[in-house]
């Protein structure tokens, strides 16, 4: 793959990347849709990765249909699939980390503590796999958006990092590979995400500023879903992830983390 | 830098990079011979990386000359010199850390926890903004160039490490910019160093393969140096930096650090 995209390079070939753990859905693809008219070349990986996953998380019951993320390439011309086994990634004796010690701590670093680790190492490692001029990445994994491109400014990688927003479900839930996780009467409860964020959005509008009052809002809206175990809901500067005590639009961003009977689940909304 | 490299590459040449720390002498200069004739372009990086020192070490004195090392370069045929400032290398809230966690640990390491973090980070930015094919190091700093390569492997950077041979002083002692430190009575002291190395070597192909007996030597020889201090003595795998029990040859290394009234030196010879 590195020798691929090493010629491809020389031929003056701009590369477009989209990484992903696979169990593709319309969220990834759309993000294949943003990055394709910017380059002449698009590698999609799909690798689920060991290393962002915590000893009691769900690395191996994770969805894997590699037979069907091939088809949804293919229709939607991605050029390059990359799909390493672990071994091929990991050597049995790796032992260098990159480690992002500002974005990483709170909202999902505080329940996941080397999650971000993980991520930022094997995306280091892609981008010098498959070289890529763009990369893309999903808002809705908003702090994982900020630690990518706090790594790549930091590590001077030359690589422009796009994001796209975040694309739903008819019914408003955000599109996760973890959804199909979910049992009829859970997908019920994970509603309670987005629409507790519309409140949000809603009291905004309406004229309130207060972080602290949105917040408070959505907890009790959220406190209401029975199965429903709140990990964490912040307004945050969508850039450096600092908390914010008054909601700016463009800027603040509203976080949501929960567990609906062990899947969890995650979502946001930018003022 | 970075765009000037990107443009280099995109021609299809091949670029060799020397990472320095400045204040160059033939050990640096020898570097730039070995890796020239495998490269299109020479680029030659000068920079005090402050996150390699401690905050004990020698950060503010360490020596500076640009203008000398200039001269240096201009006469090997260096193509390019990169000197950043600290300001350009590292922003104010720069939150990204490189660690390898394995190889760092001993040596080295032990007195200098934070040491080869900051070279792995510095490293890794130069690597990206300048794009090497191939890269050398030299082999005094045996430590560094173990990480390094690890590294390199780990991350997946594509790019040869090359590593030259230690380069000695008439009398043999190990160049380093930080002989510039010692006064003509330490530097005397300080050819202790090669001189116990060399009757390490001796008694090994004397015929003496066990690791201990040639350390307990070497000590011994250092111990007799007054204002000399020990901080260690050790035969290890030249790769994976693992001490070993019996000395073989081309692949065990004897690795020594002392400080002569202040100054660190290391020096190491591979049997």
Same mark, same amino acid.
């Given at each position: ?22 169990? /593709? ?5 759309? =993000? &294949?849709?943003? #990055?394709?008219?910017?380059? !002449?070349? %698009?590698?999609? @990986? ?108 930091? /590590? ?5 990092? =796009? &994001?796209?927003? #975040?694309?739903?479900?008819? !019914?408003? %839930?955000?599109? @996760? ?95």
């Amino acid at each position: 793959m590195q020798s691929l995209c090493s010629s491809l390079r020389t031929e003056g070939l701009r590369i477009g990347f989209v990484p992903t753990m696979g169990a /593709l859905h319309e969220g990834h693809l759309s =993000l &294949v849709d943003l #990055i394709k008219e910017r380059v !002449d070349i %698009l590698v999609l @990986s799909i690798f689920v990765n060991p290393t962002q996953f915590g000893h009691n998380e769900d690395l191996d019951k994770y969805p894997r249909d590699l037979e069907q993320d091939k088809m949804l390439c293919i229709n939607r011309k991605v050029d390059y699939i990359f799909a390493p086994s672990i071994e091929e990634m990991y050597q049995s004796n790796y032992s260098t980390k990159i480690s992002e010690n500002s974005l990483s701590i709170g909202l999902c670093g505080s329940s996941r503590p080397d999650h971000f680790s993980g991520v930022a190492l094997v995306c280091a490692k892609l981008f010098n796999i498959c070289q890529p001029s763009v990369v893309a990445f999903g808002q809705k994994d908003a702090q994982q958006v900020a630690v990518i491109k706090r790594m790549v400014r930091d /590590l001077n990688f030359q690589i422009d990092v =796009l &994001v796209g927003p #975040i694309i739903r479900e008819y !019914d408003g %839930l955000a599109m @996760s590979s973890r959804n199909r996780y979910l049992s009829v009467e859970n997908r019920d409860k994970a509603l309670s995400l987005n629409r507790s964020l519309q409140r949000g959005k809603q009291l905004f509008t309406e004229g309130t500023t207060d972080a602290r009052k949105i917040t408070n809002e959505i907890k009790s809206d959220l406190s209401r879903v029975e199965g429903l175990e709140l990990d964490y809901v912040e307004i945050v500067n969508r850039e450096n992830l600092v908390a914010e005590l008054d909601v700016k639009a463009k800027q603040s961003i509203c976080v949501v983390a929960v567990w609906v009977n062990k899947v969890r689940l995650i979502d946001n909304y930018c003022f």
